[in-house]
């Protein structure tokens, strides 16, 4: 069975920091690709940040040089560092792991609020 457990979300001013966490059981995680999504009130789940297995990052233009994705595979965590928040960072997040044949796992989701 597989278990995420996210954490690390909050609220937060503007400007300010805030490490989002996710820890994996229950799959081979060095064969995955690891991701975290956002969703926000009324708009569509998107893409944030990816690491993918073969040591690959890449980033949304908006958070580019903000936010800061890792993976550590000895202890099957993916975190993502968010440096200089904006109100419109506010969002649901949630950390991803996609295998091979497009098996795909979603984390339960963590909550990030960002006030002006």
């Known amino acids: 069975q597989v278990q995420f457990v996210e954490s690390g979300g909050g609220l937060v001013q503007a400007g300010g920091s805030l490490r989002l966490s996710c820890a994996i059981s229950?799959?081979?995680?060095?064969?995955?690709?690891m991701a975290w999504y956002r969703q926000a009130p009324g708009k569509q789940r998107e893409l944030v940040a990816s690491?993918?297995?073969?040591?690959?990052?890449n980033y949304v233009d908006s958070v580019e040089g903000r936010f800061t994705i890792a993976r550590d595979n000895s202890r099957r965590t993916v975190s993502l560092q968010m440096n200089s928040l904006k109100p419109e960072d506010t969002a649901v997040y949630y950390c991803?792991?996609?295998?091979?044949?497009?098996?795909?796992?979603w984390g339960q989701g963590t909550q990030v609020t960002v006030s002006s």
């Open positions: 991803y792991a996609l295998g091979d044949g497009n098996i795909a796992y």
């Open positions: 229950g799959l081979t995680f060095g064969f995955y690709d």
């Open positions: 690491f993918s297995r073969g040591g690959t990052s």
